[in-house]
């Protein structure tokens, strides 16, 4: 449990006048409830989207909302509001407290601040970036993109930024409050070979980050990386099909670990059992080679977190430490009813859902090969260098990822592009087939959404050079 | 103090209709400056239960609401939302959006629809049962999904999750073109999603059933009976060989392979040439008995709506016939762009611009029962789930992770996991050589069972 200490007040007033928050409090747990929860949300978004080298539109979005919980046990009443009045306020939290169904006076609910470290980069509160640099932001990146090559002939730019404003409270008598910045600048783009071949690219990056953060992460360079991955697959060939040796890119490639073993150490499909990981603390699930971290500390990441959305700090959670399992990922739900302690994880798309565990910045610790030396040792397989998006089916441990942009391996040698691959086995099995982890250890560049349950939050991966052997590879080709 | 203007404000807001929301924001928003404006808003309910072990697990419940304001000023689009419908609140909105559109470029295509385009009010999607459902009734019935699912098999004793819900929606739009409508919607479900164990495997399945009338809802039994049913049979799955064979889409795997064709068809991607299918128009690009429609007006659909997001009426429009690629789908800005008529696909929410989307999208129905089709099957794979999102509509390639059961002599042998089933989309939709007769609407894009002749399944 985090320490709660009196704090100044900060400056600005909070979301929602305390005494009200207090008044909500009660009410959830008027009927019995053992633990009452006030989210209150403020969000406003801004998107700018470029179209045939045109601003197609600029807009700005502003919600706000209150979610109130309700636990009783394993029981979870959830109600939220839009309306801020406090007859409505008060009305959603009774709503919240029907999943008890007793009477009592739960008595007044004093609340203290927990004082929190800060792990975003961000001074100047994204909402509050002039929209016209944000548009000339996505014109540069178009505009490089389409100079790269003139094969390049479709490009899609756009930029989006959150700047997002949470209270939590709950009857155990803590209170966070916690601005979240977040940003990403994103490019797609066609290239047209012969014959009406078409292959596509796609780069970009962000984080909880500041507005200058693209003076180094230029909009030129995301541009030109689209536009280079959309060329360099011209001329693929067919990928081929059945088990292989695959050599991965180092950054967001880390979505391996996302699918493979992140979903499936989240505490609730722990409790329930639905996890092939469920009692497996302590045993070997992975080659001795691989160190998983979850971790919502990492400065600017996308996934980073100064306080979860249950009011917890966020952490850095050794998951698997040289193959061996060590730690499961935890929200208040969860650790409550199985003797555990939170582990900042309790996470929500907004005040509309209620929060479940889920994953921040997940990564591969480093290891000692170089780059080089693993595709060296490597006689016939494929190298991933740009992946798409990935899924697990929690229970029999089966993922897939899609790599947009990946070559053949031939005697050492990273030589012909190939089209159409994926990549699918069992979490357990393709971590224990890891043979080789690199020392380039690298995070994704701010790219990742993760969906859950249908709520989706931004996420982090992060993976240096790794070699799996005997990876089952879906393409058409022998 | 505080609370008692809150509260008189919160009167006033419940006192405007949608639609008089809509209309509010459409003068506001010509007094701030704009030429033309169009206003979408909605209100929704959307209440539900879990169960777990046949007590209540989760308990929710909210309304919620939100308005959308599209702008043009010299041909410039500015777009702006949020959930304040107080006078204040709308008035900001419209001065947002206006001064949004400033920094866009001016393109002739913008403009809103107008005249006889426009649909007019309906209640058709709406029942009002669902509106008195209680909690305690979605209890009783989440419960005998979970309660009906372990019966089924002792190897069937845990629970992913099991619940039943319902959802009701207002909308309404509004536009300085005349536009001015509303409609109304509604949906119940229940779901199941159990978990076999047995020799250290588990494997997750799950069914569901999402109808829009109260009176349609599948019985509840049912649902879990079919979710364990479909949970045990998964046991002992493996891998099996990379390998060419008979592909069998069950029909919510056939859904979701012709959802893959949704992208190929947006009008949008279609003018940019960013579609396989952009040069396809008129040619035969699907087996013969493929006839494919994107039908708003469809009885019993999910996605049957009056007027589409930017008021356009609904209307029917065939895809595909006998295999033979007859059109694309257009909202009104990419049909004034590529010189075609809107067919009423605007998809949209209130904090979404209008785009090209389906409604409901459907194949037609076939001939043969899917056990005459498994049954003349030499060598196969039967589909029951997927993972990854598979079709690439901008090159025409479809690779996606396959679960399902595996077919000799048109025989269920063993069921199979860790492959990948991979093709071109092009190929495989020519290879289709048989259509199942068992085309139900559980979800908006729905298919009967389809067989593709021959694909390439990657596993060992």
């Given at each position: 449990?985090?320490?709660?200490v009196?704090?100044?007040?900060?400056?600005?007033?909070?979301?929602?006048?305390?005494?009200?928050?207090?008044k909500?409090?009660?009410?959830?747990?008027?009927?019995?409830?053992?633990?009452?929860?006030?989210?209150?949300?403020?969000?406003?978004?801004?998107a700018?989207s470029?179209?045939?080298?045109?601003?197609?539109?600029?807009?700005?979005?502003?919600?706000t909302?209150?979610?109130?919980?309700a636990?009783?046990g394993?029981?979870?009443?959830?109600a939220?509001s839009?309306?801020?009045?406090?007859?409505?306020?008060l009305?959603?939290?009774?709503?919240?407290?029907?999943?008890?169904d007793?009477?009592?006076?739960?008595?007044?609910?004093?609340?203290?601040?927990?004082?929190?470290?800060?792990?975003?980069?961000?001074?100047?509160?994204?909402?509050?970036v002039?929209?016209?640099?944000k548009v000339e932001?996505?014109?540069?990146?178009d505009?490089?993109?389409?100079a790269?090559?003139?094969?390049?002939?479709?490009?899609?730019?756009?930029?989006?930024?959150?700047?997002?404003?949470?209270?939590?409270?709950?009857?155990?008598?803590?209170?966070?409050?916690?601005?979240?910045?977040?940003?990403?600048?994103?490019?797609s783009?066609?290239?047209?070979?012969?014959?009406?071949?078409?292959?596509?690219?796609?780069?970009?990056?962000?984080?909880?980050?500041?507005?200058?953060?693209?003076?180094?992460?230029?909009?030129?360079?995301?541009?030109?990386?689209?536009?280079?991955?959309?060329?360099?697959t011209?001329?693929?060939?067919?990928?081929?099909?059945?088990?292989?040796?695959?050599?991965?890119?180092?950054?967001?490639?880390g979505?391996?670990?996302?699918?493979?073993?992140?979903?499936?150490?989240e505490?609730?499909?722990?409790?329930?059992?639905?996890?092939?990981f469920?009692?497996?603390?302590?045993?070997?699930v992975?080659?001795?080679?691989?160190t998983?971290?979850d971790?919502?500390?990492?400065?600017?990441?996308?996934g980073?977190?100064?306080?979860?959305d249950?009011?917890?700090?966020?952490?850095?959670?050794?998951?698997?430490?040289?193959?061996?399992?060590?730690?499961y990922l935890?929200?208040?739900?969860?650790?409550?009813?199985t003797?555990?302690?939170?582990?900042?994880?309790?996470?929500?798309?907004?005040?509309?859902?209620?929060?479940?565990?889920?994953?921040?910045?997940?990564?591969?610790a480093?290891?000692?090969q170089?780059?080089?030396?693993?595709?060296?040792?490597?006689?016939?397989?494929?190298?991933?260098?740009?992946?798409g998006?990935?899924?697990?089916?929690?229970?029999?441990g089966?993922f897939v990822?899609?790599?947009?942009?990946?070559?053949?391996?031939?005697?050492?040698e990273?030589?012909?592009?190939v089209?159409?691959?994926m990549?699918?086995g069992?979490?357990?099995?393709?971590l224990?087939?890891?043979?080789?982890?690199?020392?380039?250890?690298?995070?994704?560049?701010?790219?990742?959404?993760?969906?859950?349950d249908?709520?989706?939050?931004?996420?982090?991966?992060?993976?240096?050079?790794?070699?799996?052997?005997n990876?089952?590879?879906?393409?058409?080709?022998? | 103090m505080?609370?008692?203007?809150?509260?008189?404000k919160?009167?006033?807001?419940r006192?405007?209709?949608?639609?008089?929301?809509?209309?509010?924001?459409?003068?506001?928003?010509?007094?701030a400056g704009?030429?033309?404006?169009?206003?979408y808003?909605e209100?929704?309910?959307?209440s539900?239960?879990?169960?777990?072990?046949?007590?209540?697990?989760?308990?929710?419940?909210?309304?919620?609401?939100?308005?959308?304001?599209?702008?043009f000023?010299a041909?410039?689009?500015?777009?702006?939302?949020?959930?304040?419908?107080?006078?204040?609140g709308?008035?900001?909105?419209?001065?947002?959006?206006?001064?949004?559109?400033?920094?866009?470029?001016?393109?002739?295509?913008?403009?809103?629809?107008?005249?006889?385009?426009?649909?007019?009010?309906a209640?058709?999607?709406?029942?009002?049962?669902?509106?008195?459902?209680?909690?305690?009734?979605?209890?009783r019935?989440?419960?005998?999904?979970?309660?009906a699912?372990?019966?089924?098999d002792?190897?069937?004793?845990?629970?992913?999750?099991?619940?039943?819900g319902?959802?009701?929606s207002?909308s309404?739009?509004?536009?300085?073109?005349?536009?001015?409508?509303?409609?109304?919607a509604?949906?119940?479900?229940?779901?199941?999603?159990?978990?076999?164990?047995?020799?250290?495997?588990?494997?997750?399945?799950?069914?569901?059933?999402?109808?829009?009338?109260?009176?349609e809802?599948?019985?509840?039994?049912e649902?879990?009976?079919?979710?364990?049913?479909?949970?045990?049979?998964?046991?002992?799955?493996?891998?099996?060989k990379?390998?060419?064979?008979?592909?069998?889409?069950?029909?919510?795997?056939?859904?979701?392979?012709?959802?893959?064709?949704?992208?190929a068809?947006?009008?949008?991607?279609?003018?940019?040439?960013?579609?396989?299918?952009?040069?396809?128009?008129?040619?035969?690009?699907?087996?013969?008995?493929?006839?494919?429609?994107?039908?708003a007006?469809?009885?019993?659909?999910?996605?049957?709506?009056?007027?589409?997001?930017?008021?356009?009426?609904?209307q029917?429009?065939?895809?595909?016939?006998?295999?033979?690629?007859r059109?694309?789908?257009?909202?009104?800005?990419?049909?004034?762009?590529?010189?075609?008529?809107?067919?009423?696909?605007?998809?949209?929410?209130?904090?979404?611009?209008?785009?090209?989307?389906?409604?409901n999208?459907?194949?037609?129905?076939?001939?043969?029962?899917?056990?005459?089709?498994?049954?003349?099957t030499?060598?196969?794979?039967?589909?029951?789930?997927?993972?990854?999102?598979?079709?690439?509509?901008?090159?025409g390639?479809?690779?996606r992770?396959?679960?399902?059961?595996?077919?000799?002599?048109?025989?269920?042998a063993?069921?199979?996991?860790?492959v990948?089933?991979?093709?071109?989309?092009l190929?495989l939709?020519?290879?289709?050589?048989?259509?199942?007769?068992?085309?139900?609407?559980?979800?908006?894009?729905?298919?009967?069972?389809?067989?593709?002749?021959?694909?390439?399944?990657?596993?060992?």
């Amino acid at each position: 449990m985090p320490k709660a200490v009196r704090a100044p007040a900060p400056a600005r007033a909070p979301l929602l006048p305390l005494p009200l928050v207090e008044k909500l409090l009660s009410a959830a747990m008027s009927r019995g409830a053992g633990f009452g929860e006030v989210y209150v949300e403020r969000s406003t978004t801004t998107a700018v989207s470029l179209d045939e080298g045109k601003v197609r539109s600029a807009q700005v979005g502003s919600v706000t909302g209150v979610g109130v919980r309700a636990i009783r046990g394993a029981q979870v009443g959830y109600a939220y509001s839009d309306d801020l009045d406090e007859a409505a306020l008060l009305r959603t939290a009774q709503t919240a407290a029907l999943i008890a169904d007793g009477t009592r006076d739960p008595g007044p609910v004093a609340l203290s601040r927990t004082p929190l470290p800060t792990y975003y980069q961000v001074k100047q509160p994204l909402a509050g970036v002039d929209v016209a640099r944000k548009v000339e932001l996505v014109r540069e990146a178009d505009a490089a993109a389409r100079a790269h090559d003139r094969r390049v002939k479709q490009v899609m730019a756009g930029y989006a930024d959150q700047t997002r404003e949470i209270l939590v409270a709950n009857t155990l008598g803590h209170l966070a409050e916690d601005r979240q910045d977040l940003c990403r600048l994103g490019v797609s783009c066609v290239a047209f070979g012969k014959g009406g071949e078409r292959r596509t690219g796609f780069y970009g990056g962000g984080g909880r980050v500041d507005f200058r953060f693209f003076e180094d992460f230029s909009p030129a360079q995301v541009g030109r990386e689209a536009a280079r991955q959309a060329v360099a697959t011209l001329g693929a060939v067919p990928a081929p099909a059945g088990p292989q040796t695959v050599v991965l890119a180092p950054g967001w490639s880390g979505i391996l670990l996302h699918e493979a073993v992140g979903h499936g150490l989240e505490a609730d499909f722990i409790r329930k059992g639905t996890s092939l990981f469920a009692g497996k603390l302590g045993e070997k699930v992975a080659s001795e080679l691989v160190t998983v971290v979850d971790d919502g500390t990492v400065a600017g990441g996308r996934g980073s977190l100064n306080v979860d959305d249950e009011g917890n700090p966020g952490e850095r959670k050794v998951l698997i430490e040289k193959g061996v399992l060590k730690g499961y990922l935890y929200d208040h739900l969860n650790a409550q009813l199985t003797g555990q302690r939170s582990t900042g994880s309790g996470r929500r798309q907004s005040f509309r859902h209620a929060p479940m565990p889920r994953m921040t910045n997940t990564y591969l610790a480093p290891g000692d090969q170089t780059p080089d030396e693993i595709v060296r040792g490597v006689r016939k397989g494929l190298y991933c260098r740009q992946f798409g998006g990935g899924q697990v089916d929690i229970s029999n441990g089966n993922f897939v990822f899609e790599i947009s942009e990946a070559y053949l391996i031939e005697d050492g040698e990273i030589t012909k592009p190939v089209k159409g691959a994926m990549l699918i086995g069992v979490g357990p099995e393709a971590l224990k087939n890891v043979s080789a982890v690199g020392s380039d250890a690298a995070h994704d560049p701010g790219l990742g959404t993760c969906g859950k349950d249908g709520q989706t939050v931004p996420v982090g991966v992060g993976l240096p050079t790794v070699r799996i052997d005997n990876v089952t590879v879906g393409g058409t080709g022998a | 103090m505080e609370a008692q203007v809150a509260a008189t404000k919160a009167r006033e807001e419940r006192e405007l209709s949608l639609l008089d929301v809509c209309e509010q924001l459409v003068r506001l928003a010509k007094k701030a400056g704009a030429s033309d404006s169009e206003a979408y808003a909605e209100r929704t309910r959307d209440s539900s239960v879990k169960v777990r072990d046949g007590n209540v697990e989760e308990l929710q419940q909210a309304t919620s609401k939100g308005v959308g304001l599209r702008v043009f000023s010299a041909g410039r689009l500015g777009f702006a939302y949020g959930t304040d419908f107080s006078k204040d609140g709308l008035r900001r909105l419209a001065q947002s959006a206006v001064s949004l559109a400033k920094g866009a470029a001016k393109d002739e295509f913008n403009q809103l629809p107008r005249g006889t385009q426009l649909g007019r009010a309906a209640d058709g999607a709406y029942d009002p049962a669902i509106e008195d459902i209680d909690p305690a009734w979605k209890l009783r019935v989440a419960r005998a999904a979970e309660g009906a699912a372990a019966q089924v098999d002792r190897r069937v004793r845990k629970f992913d999750s099991t619940g039943a819900g319902d959802f009701l929606s207002q909308s309404a739009i509004a536009s300085s073109r005349g536009a001015s409508a509303e409609s109304r919607a509604s949906y119940v479900y229940v779901y199941c999603s159990p978990v076999a164990e047995a020799d250290g495997q588990l494997q997750t399945a799950s069914w569901s059933d999402t109808r829009r009338r109260l009176s349609e809802l599948q019985p509840p039994e049912e649902v879990g009976r079919i979710a364990a049913q479909r949970a045990a049979r998964m046991l002992g799955a493996r891998k099996v060989k990379t390998q060419k064979a008979a592909i069998i889409f069950e029909p919510q795997q056939a859904a979701g392979f012709i959802a893959g064709l949704a992208g190929a068809v947006n009008g949008d991607l279609v003018h940019k040439k960013s579609s396989f299918l952009a040069a396809l128009l008129g040619k035969r690009i699907a087996s013969e008995q493929v006839t494919l429609a994107d039908d708003a007006t469809l009885e019993r659909g999910l996605a049957t709506r009056p007027f589409d997001g930017e008021g356009v009426i609904s209307q029917r429009t065939v895809v595909i016939d006998r295999g033979v690629l007859r059109n694309f789908l257009y909202d009104t800005y990419t049909a004034r762009k590529a010189g075609a008529r809107s067919t009423g696909s605007a998809a949209r929410g209130w904090s979404t611009l209008p785009h090209v989307g389906t409604s409901n999208f459907v194949l037609e129905a076939g001939g043969k029962s899917a056990d005459e089709i498994v049954r003349s099957t030499r060598r196969g794979l039967l589909v029951t789930a997927m993972l990854g999102s598979g079709a690439n509509v901008v090159t025409g390639e479809y690779s996606r992770g396959a679960n399902g059961l595996w077919i000799e002599d048109g025989q269920i042998a063993h069921a199979v996991q860790e492959v990948t089933v991979s093709g071109s989309l092009l190929d495989l939709l020519q290879a289709i050589d048989a259509v199942g007769d068992d085309l139900d609407l559980r979800s908006s894009t729905a298919a009967p069972t389809l067989r593709i002749a021959e694909a390439v399944i990657s596993g060992s």
